[in-house]
T-cell receptor, first 108, second 111 residues
Framework: DAKTTQPNSMESNEEEPVHLPCNHS???????IHWYRQLPSQGPEYVIH???SNVNNRMASLAIAEDRKSSTLILHRATLRDAAVYYC?????????FGTGTRLLVSP | DAGVIQSPRHEVTEMGQEVTLRCKPI?????LFWYRQTMMRGLELLIY????????DSGMPEDRFSAKMPNASFSTLKIQPSEPRDSAVYFC?????????FGPGTRLTVT
């Protein structure tokens, strides 16, 4: 049971921002929110994670709702290389339970 | 760093044969994970180790599957005997904190 809900797919145009939503309404107070992505024919790749505060790194930003029941992964300028399946995962410690993720399609 | 190394990258075997998948984690990482990915079931955690000790093997499908980590730089996942339903991509990942680093995977086909 992945315990997160994500849209099956989303589309974006290159150079535009992308907001990938995730619902985790049953999250516990100690669970972190992790995002991974999987490019075609590759293993999953870590993107970002957070607990309560919004987080930024070189790949993306993570906006976490104040009640922590949802979060949004933000890619500021989508590129063709960002086309992948994005997984939102809530986890207490190390054990990642992957759901079906959101397939992001990026058009030139 | 070369990243997580898995071998072989592809394996084709006949039903009933023993299959051994190998993984070399990133040096210094104290957690190692084995995952399986299929179209039907997605990505599943099979087992993970901390400091070479198995911590959680609840995802191992059945007794035909076994995993070992004899030292910090090597782990194996063995299937004996293999069955067609074991066909999948098997990923190894390692971690020393919050981020898991995945290998390129081994694509296993059991005919």
């Amino acid at each position: 049971d992945a315990k997160t809900t994500q849209p099956n797919s989303m589309e974006s145009n290159e150079e535009e921002p992308v907001h990938l939503p995730c619902n985790h309404s049953t999250i516990s107070g100690t669970d972190y929110i992790h995002w991974y992505r999987q490019l075609p024919s590759q293993g999953p790749e870590y993107v970002i994670h957070g607990l309560t505060s919004n987080v930024n790194n070189r790949m993306a930003s993570l906006a976490i709702a104040e009640d922590r029941k949802s979060s949004t992964l933000i890619l500021h300028r989508a590129t063709l290389r960002d086309a992948a399946v994005y997984y939102c995962i809530r986890t207490g410690f190390q054990k990642l339970v992957f759901g079906t993720g959101t397939r992001l399609l990026v058009s030139p | 760093d070369a990243g997580v190394i898995q071998s072989p990258r592809h394996e084709v075997t006949e039903m009933g044969q023993e299959v051994t998948l190998r993984c070399k984690p990133i040096s210094g990482h104290d957690y190692l994970f084995w995952y399986r990915q299929t179209m039907m079931r997605g990505l599943e955690l099979l087992i993970y180790f901390n400091n070479n000790v198995p911590i959680d093997d609840s995802g191992m499908p059945e007794d035909r599957f076994s995993a070992k980590m004899p030292n910090a730089s090597f782990s194996t996942l063995k299937i004996q005997p293999s069955e067609p339903r074991d066909s999948a991509v098997y990923f190894c990942a390692s971690s020393q904190g919050d981020e898991q680093y995945f290998g390129p995977g081994t694509r296993l086909t059991v005919t």
